[in-house]
Structures are given as C-alpha cells and as structure tokens.
C-alpha cells in the first residue's frame, strides 16, 4: 500500500548530540516531502521541503534532510539538539499524481525527548 | 500577515450536538485544507476547498460531517450529532494558488463529554 512511515516513535537524544530521524516513503514515483514540527498543544510549522533538485536540503532551526531515491527516504537531521527541539515530528508527503490538490499524508510522527 | 486562524481553540460539546470549527486563511490563500489528528495518531487529510467549491472530501466521513468555503468568510468544518470518538485536535491550514505548501493553524480541540 502507498504510505509514509516513521518507524521511530520515540527518539531520546542528549542535549548537544546530533539527530536523525527516519522516514520512508512508498510510492512508484518521488512525492513532494515535508517535514513538520509540532510543539504540544501547538500547530504544525514547516521545517522544510523536497519538490526536486539538490538532494540535500536546508531548513530552519538548523535541521536539514537528504533525500535518498535509491532508498526512498527522506531522513532529518539535526547536528547538534538543543533543548528547545523537544516536540513531534512529521513526515509527509504530497503524493505523485496528487499535485494538482497539493493534500498532505502524513507519517505516525516521532517524538523527540531531549536529556539534558 | 496574520497566520492561519482558527476558533475556538478549545471546543467542548456533549453527546448530539453539533460543532462548528472555523478556520480564516492567511490573506491571498484561497485552498483551504482541514485534517484531524486523533490522539496517539498523525493527521489525516479530510478535505480541500478552494472558494466556493469543495475539490476534494475523500477524507471525510460519509455522514454527520460537512464543510464550505464561501466567497465570504472562513470556511467552516461543521459536524452534527457528535459522537465520543469525534474528539480529536482538528487542523486547517492554508496556501496560495498553484503553491505546494501549506501554512497550518492552531487547531481546534475538540473534546465530546
């Protein structure tokens, strides 16, 4: 079945460690790919996109993601977590075909705890 | 600019009422989509509306659901005779034309006693 999956839900990382966090995708063809955050309580903001071109994507609050066609992931990382970068992360996607309305399907999301 | 707006923010209803949700675009959006985010679950698509006409509802649920756009005003998720299991946070977002991005609101939690 066509989806989007985070296979980490909860992620626990050391305040200074880097970060990567996990999504696939399964599709015949490349998706739009987002990546959201979610602060409790909060609505979804925007961290950065993947339409096409450069696989190596930047975003704000320092995250990026690399775009892998071979493995059909668009993983999201972070060098160094600051305490602030606790909150729930989305993948999602646009899917092929779905251009035209633009909807987004989302992955179950991963939790990030920071320790400090 | 303000951001994507939605109210109530907290919305509280008991077993057959109705829930209104409304949600205002950022200025210069016309597509509106609204999802829901069950606890412990990610969000789910249920509809796209460009002013005036809804484009896509095949995230809807086939009954009690509905919503509009109209060519004044925010577009409005209505849900009639609500049932416990539709307590969820329910999400609008917003974009331009032709853009594929999308700008989210606060959302709206929604909590049937």
Known sequence: ?116 | NAGVMQNPRHLVRRRGQEARLRCSPMKGHSHVYWYRQLPEEGLKFMVYLQKENIIDESGMPKERFSAEFPKEGPSILRIQQVVRGDSAAYFCASSPPRVNEQFFGPGTRLTVL
């Open chain 1, 1 to 116: 079945a066509q989806s989007v999956t985070q296979p980490d839900i909860h992620i626990t990382v050391s305040e200074g460690a880097s970060l990567e966090l996990r999504c696939n995708y399964s599709y015949g063809a490349t998706p739009y790919l987002f990546w959201y955050v979610q602060s409790p309580g909060q609505g979804l903001q925007l961290l950065l996109k993947y339409f096409s071109g450069d696989t190596l994507v930047q975003g704000i609050k320092g995250f990026e993601a690399e775009f892998k066609r071979s493995q059909s992931s668009f993983n999201l990382r972070k060098p160094s977590v600051h305490w602030s970068d606790a909150a729930e992360y989305f993948c999602a996607v646009v899917p092929p075909g779905s251009s035209n309305t633009g909807k987004l399907i989302f992955g179950q999301g991963t939790t990030l705890q920071v320790k400090p």
